[in-house]
């Protein structure tokens, strides 16, 4: 028997979090191997996978229509009202699916729109919304949670029809269907048959669905886990959310055919719903060069108005003129070359407006980042002080950040002072409009390590059990996955399998054999890695669109921030022609500036660090000796190790040094081979003298890949933009154009004058480290970085110091390690004093004074008012104890916590009573001052106020020795509050009274 036409139409994928089991590849794969025409995917409540739907349909090998739909929410009265079932206002399914453009648009307005205005529990709209926006819409009446369906299973088989027949006179006769399953579910066969019959009587069609949740029959279980995940149950438990079927899998058209075999036509229906769809999305690779509609960047308006291009010829004539004074001929034509590539893209409005914000936020005082990434390679970036590092002087490439030949938007990502980022997005919604600007959504996946925890609580594993597997699973972005540390995974590529080979964990192959029960926590471990979790804003993620987000993009909202964020993760929205950009807030901007502020207060003066070249010798010379605690990306252990092998003397080195500690170049042995030549211990000689200018800086090692291009270009006559293809093509290990490249690339160093032998030597070397080789551009650009933090700590010790421990005070681990650096250069700590501790770690003489924000308990605002009572009984020459700051500050203010925290780390220990007997007065000290908060409220003035004017309450009768802490329980109480031993530690001696 032939298979019926047959396409699947009601599809959930794990953008379904957490309750549909299907990865989007997957199923276009099965719909393609078992000849399905279409699919549709219709997650809950959103269009996460659309995208990723529409590229991998339309990539199949057998092409797959992709129908982009959704299972929406319907609140039964108002999106704008709470959820509520009792109240009349609980929420039904119902299947759509865009049939054009026009519907595509639709959808996108309602699945935004359950998020942003009809978020309750779940994304909802309501009949209201959907009649605005059901133009272009096919719609199927649902599942059993759709309202259909539901009346039938309330017996109201009239209220029923009525319903169906508006659903069809909202979206048109020949666009609304009534959905049927067959699953298994006895509640469902019984809606039906009340379904066939309204068909019968209606004339609407009956289509077969099979509300997928799995790919195959035997994922049913891991599915159900996903549901306990979820729900946050245990599998056992009998009465948790479960699914009353196992049948909710990818059926073949045979399977469909066979159980609609009495109702074939709602089979064959199926493809009346798919042929009616025409939806092309426009992706920017796609279109032509020079398509106006190929990119959706703002034209930017200079103030004042005017031409952008001339405006922007201006801005470059003078940051020209200011940064090359002398000979600008290298520069002149370096500038002209990437203004023509520039202008030919269409980028000019996406310059000015990335010059824009690092105007406006350098003018309001925030610190921005020398750079970082391919960006630094061009001149227009650096005339622009988008980037502050000369590209030319530094060998950097501009074809490694715009290839002409590989066309795609500009990448330039911003760091700016962690502070200050909410402020430049802030202006960016102010400057282009708050519809114009949205945060980017990024989906979190269940990773190897949060994989075995989530499925082990699941399970009921007990948690010492899961615990011992996670700590065999190694730590980092970089974690191989479950099936490479299992040995699982294989390649028929032998150097590949060696390199997997290499991966496995033999222990944690042992453990997930040793029992029943830790093979069900693989098993299922190993279904579940890798599927999103749930969503969140990307951590620095923007898009500015030339027209609102909505008419590109389906907007959510992040729950914790109740920020507006895409539907769509970056790559797709650069892909829809939308300008992305990172705003980064980098805490090390953050730790200069406040450095600088402490300089300063002191009568210091800062240089320029970024004029000149950066060859302070006391920098090297602090770098040498591996103090590099508090320096940008120079702290770890494996880096002072790496940096005392190399002996830093130079920027070059720097770079350098950034560039080679990576886990690639480390596995090859990079570092050794650089350490060696530069040290002399290894001859460094080059095959051809063209290389010894690429390579002598990094003694004839291949560190960057701007060398490899270099080299293919100086060498073998690329052109710069084959040799960032040939870049990228080895970055990716593409062995298919690296061995096109192969051919090339010796012809050309032959015929420049190298031998056969040599040529094929330098080829294999560039395939045996610039693989490895890291972006120059960046390295350089975060070098700067690094420079900068070492000079403040060879010059400026305490104030860096000081500056670091307010910048990591949430981090009680981080301020010990930096305060163990302070002592070890002979820089006192003084402790939290109530006197003199502001919020921020702060330089008092030589020594820091701690900060009081690093004690656990404390908040910015209470500690505000704290010191705020402080100078006010200072300015009145009053004593500054317990008892008198308790009666000055606000008790709504300053609460018992507070205060609590501060006797524990000891801000009361000048007052030479032991913080056990201020700790058991703080009750009393609290008590009188509600009290005179009280009076000061009332205006009435204290009987003693006289007296306390003339001469200060004697207070110490409210301190009782009996109350002292020991020794062990003062210390106890202080890492408590502090997170670290800060006046003594339990193993050692005191010196002197505690």
């Given at each position: 028997m ?12 794990e ?10 590849p ?23 996978g659309?995208i990723?739907?529409y ?10 229509k992709?129908l982009?739909g ?8 108002s999106?704008?009202?709470p959820h509520s ?8 399914h119902l ?9 595509y ?12 205005e ?5 994304p909802r ?17 649902g ?26 006179d909202?979206?048109g006769?020949?666009h ?18 009340s ?17 997928i949740?799995?790919?195959?029959h ?11 995940i979820?729900t ?12 009353d ?18 109702l ?15 939806i ?14 190929k990119?959706?960047?703002p034209?930017?308006?200079?103030e ?14 003078a ?9 600008q001929k ?11 590539v520039?202008?030919?893209?269409g ?6 407006i990335?010059w ?6 350098r ?7 020398p750079?970082?990434g391919?960006?630094?390679g ?5 005339l622009l002080d988008?980037?502050?590092?000369d590209?030319?002087y530094?060998?950097?490439i ?7 030949e590989?066309?795609?938007m ?7 002072c ?6 430049v997005?802030?202006y ?14 990024t ?5 190897s390590?949060g ?12 948690l010492r059990?899961v615990?011992r597997?996670?700590k ?10 479950l099936?490479?540390?299992l040995?699982l995974?294989?390649?028929e ?25 830790m ?11 890798g599927?999103s ?7 620095a993620?923007?898009v ?17 921030a109740?920020?507006?964020i ?8 650069e892909d ?16 200069l500036d406040?450095c600088?502020?402490?300089?300063r207060a ?10 000149g ?15 590099t605690?508090?320096?940008f990306?120079?702290e ?13 003397d130079?920027f ?7 560039a ?15 350490v ?45 933009a ?26 050309g160093?032959?015929k420049?004058?190298c ?13 045996k ?10 390295s ?11 000079w403040?700590?060879?010059?400026y010790r ?21 305060l163990d ?25 030589e ?20 010191v705020?009572?402080?100078?006010a ?6 004593p ?9 500050a ?9 205060w609590?925290?501060m006797?524990?780390?000891g ?5 030479d009573?032991?913080?056990?007997c ?26 003693f106020g ?8 004697d207070?110490?009768?409210?301190y009782?020795?009996?109350d ?6 003062l210390l106890?109480?202080e ?7 800060l006046?003594?530690?339990?193993y050692f001696t ?5």
């Open positions: 032939t298979a019926p036409d047959f396409v699947h139409l009601h599809v959930h994928s953008y379904s979090l957490l309750d549909g089991a299907n990865r989007i997957n199923l276009v794969k099965a719909a393609a191997d078992d000849g399905q025409r279409a699919l549709a995917l219709t997650d809950h409540g959103n269009l996460f659309a990723e739907l590229k991998a349909a339309k990539a199949s090998e057998q092409e797959v992709p982009i959704c299972e929406v929410y319907i609140a039964r009265d999106m704008h009202k079932k009792k109240q009349g206002n609980g929420y039904n299947t759509l699916i865009a049939r054009n453009n026009e519907g648009q639709n959808l996108i307005q309602l699945a935004s729109s359950a998020y942003t009809g978020y309750h529990f779940r709209i309501d009949k209201e919304l959907l009649s605005q926006h059901a133009e272009g819409i096919n719609c199927l009446s599942c059993l949670a759709g309202e259909i369906n539901q009346l039938f299973r309330e017996n109201k088989e009239d209220e029923a029809e009525r319903l169906a027949m508006d659903f069809r909202l979206f006769k020949d609304f269907w009534l959905e049927l399953q067959r699953n298994g579910i006895a509640l469902q066969d019984r809606v039906n048959e379904m066939v019959r309204l068909a019968q009587r209606t004339g609407i069609p009956l289509v077969a669905t099979n509300d949740h799995y790919l195959r035997e994922d049913c279980e891991a599915q159900d886990l996903l549901l306990c979820n946050n149950a245990k599998k056992k438990e009998e009465n948790r959310f479960k699914f079927t196992d049948s909710l899998y990818f059926r073949t058209r045979d399977e469909m055919g066979h159980i609609f075999r009495d074939p036509d709602s089979v064959t229906e199926t493809m009346n719903v798919a042929e009616q769809v025409d092309g999305i426009e992706f920017s690779f796609e279109k032509e060069d020079g398509d106006p509609e990119y959706h960047i034209v930017f308006e200079p004042g108005g005017g031409d952008p291009e001339k405006f922007f010829n201006e801005l470059l004539e940051g020209l003129n200011r940064k090359y004074s002398g000979d290298e520069a002149r034509e370096r500038l002209e070359m990437e203004k023509k520039i202008r030919q893209l980028f000019t409005s996406y310059f000015l990335v824009d914000l690092i105007k406006w936020s003018e309001n005082g925030i610190p921005v980042g750079g970082r391919s960006a630094a061009s001149i227009v970036a650096y988008i980037t502050l590092i590209p030319l530094h060998g950097l501009f074809e490694r950040f715009l290839n002409p590989r066309v795609s500009p990448d330039i990502d911003i760091d700016f962690k502070d200050g980022r909410e402020r997005l802030e960016t919604r102010e400057k282009y409009g708050n519809d114009h600007v949205a945060q980017i959504i989906f979190g996946t269940m990773q390590k994989v075995i925890r989530d499925v082990g609580r699941a399970l009921d594993v007990p059990e615990d597997v996670t065999m699973i190694p730590d980092g972005p970089n974690t191989p996955k099936p490479v540390l040995g995974e294989k390649s590529d032998a150097k590949k399998q060696e390199e997997l080979d290499k991966k496995k964990n033999d222990d944690l192959i042992k453990v997930s054999k040793s029992s029943e029960e093979r069900e926590l693989f098993d299922y471990s190993l279904s579940l890695e599927m979790r749930h969503f969140s804003i990307h951590a993620g923007v500015i669109a030339d027209r609102p987000i909505l008419e590109y993009v389906p907007l959510a909202v992040d729950k914790r109740g920020t507006p895409t539907q769509w993760a970056a790559g797709h929205l829809l022609g939308l300008l992305k950009m990172d705003y980064l807030g980098l805490r090390t901007l953050t730790i406040k600088e502020a402490l300089i002191a009568g210091g003066e800062v240089p320029n660090l970024l004029e070249t950066q060859d302070d010798p006391e920098v090297y010379k602090l770098l040498m000796t591996g103090d605690q508090g320096i990306q120079l770890s252990e494996g880096m002072r190790k790496l940096i005392t092998r190399m002996q830093p130079c070059a080195d720097l770079v350098a040094l950034l080679l500690y990576r886990p690639g170049p480390l596995d090859a042995e990079m570092d050794d081979l650089y060696n030549r530069k040290h002399g211990r290894e001859a460094v000689e080059y095959e051809h003298p063209v290389l010894e200018g690429i390579l002598e800086e990094t003694y004839g090692c291949i560190v960057y890949q701007e060398q490899v291009m270099r080299i293919s270009s100086d060498l073998a006559g690329f052109s710069l084959e040799a960032d293809n040939l870049r990228k093509a080895m970055g990716k290990k593409i062995v298919a154009i690296m061995e096109k490249f192969s051919e090339k690339f010796v012809e160093a032959v420049n004058g031998s056969e032998r040599d040529a094929k030597q330098i080829w294999d070397n560039i395939l480290f610039g693989g490895y080789g890291f972006n120059k551009s960046h350089a650009a975060y070098a700067i970085l690094s420079y900068q933090t070492a403040m700590k060879a010059h305490r104030e860096f110091l000081a500056a670091n421990l307010s910048c990591e005070m949430s981090d009680s681990d981080k301020v010990k390690a930096l650096d302070a002592r070890s250069a002979g820089i006192d700590i003084l402790g939290p004093d109530a006197r003199h501790s502001e919020w921020h770690f702060l330089p008092e003489g020594a820091i004074r701690y900060g009081l924000g690093a004690i656990k308990g404390t908040g910015e605002q209470a500690i505000t008012h704290l705020r009572a402080r100078e009984l200072r300015e009145d020459d009053k500054i104890g317990l008892f008198e700051l308790t009666g000055q606000d008790p709504k203010e300053v609460g018992k916590i507070a609590e925290a006797i524990k780390a801000a009361f220990d000048y007052t009573i032991n913080r056990g201020v700790f058991a007065a703080l009750e009393g000290a609290l008590a009188d001052g509600a009290k005179a908060a009280a009076d000061r409220r009332s205006g009435q003035a204290n009987l006289a007296l306390e004017e003339e001469e200060a309450l207070t110490s009768s409210q009782s020795e009996y002292a802490w020991s020794r062990h329980d106890d109480k890492y408590e509050a502090l997170g670290h031993y006046s003594g530690h339990p005191p010196v002197g009274p505690v």
